[in-house]
């Protein structure tokens, strides 16, 4: 059996980017690991029993970045799945894409984290390192774009 885990790719819009540049504007959350390799990822976490996806998404949100999902806006139309393998056994990661209403709140790490950066999509693809997350956030930059 797969392990599934869910999470959001939360972005933020400054506002000092020129309208003809609107895609300069976004920064991407990543949090670092305090456990393994130090890897950076979006906040995601595994599935409790009788929660949806989308209820783990925002709790696992909540209680690794401290956002609650009253501060946050569901981006619709947008959902991914990444499919890997974890120590030799299979993992499904779906993702939602969540725009921040206020880019100055604070973010809150839990212990399983040790740092935060909010990033540009190059820095953020040079972070994720994995290929499957460089892709991901990539295709959500996309999605964003197209939505002018």
């Known amino acids: 059996m797969a392990v599934r885990a869910c999470?959001?790719?939360?972005y933020r819009r400054l506002q000092s980017?020129?309208?003809?540049?609107?895609?300069d504007n976004i920064e991407y959350l990543?949090?670092?690991?305090?456990?393994?390799?130090h890897h950076w990822t979006p906040?995601?976490?595994?599935?409790d029993p009788g929660e949806d996806d989308l209820q783990t998404a925002l709790r696992e949100t909540q209680e690794e970045a401290g956002l609650q999902a009253s501060q946050l806006t569901l981006i619709e139309g947008y959902k991914k799945e990444l499919h890997y393998l974890?120590?030799?056994k299979p993992k499904t990661v779906v993702y939602w894409l969540a725009e921040m209403k206020d880019c100055n709140t604070e973010i809150k790490l839990s212990e399983e984290h040790q740092a935060f950066q909010w990033l540009k999509l190059e820095d953020a693809?040079?972070?994720?390192?994995y290929e499957d997350m460089q892709a991901m956030l990539k295709g959500a930059h996309q999605f964003l774009c197209?939505?002018?």
């Open 125 to 129: 693809c040079r972070f994720a390192e």
């Open 146 to 148: 197209s939505r002018k």
């Open 7 to 10: 999470g959001l790719i939360i």
């Open 30 to 37: 990543l949090l670092q690991t305090s456990y393994g390799t």
């Open 43 to 47: 906040p995601k976490g595994h599935v």
């Open 17 to 23: 980017a020129p309208p003809s540049k609107v895609t």
């Open 86 to 88: 974890v120590n030799g």
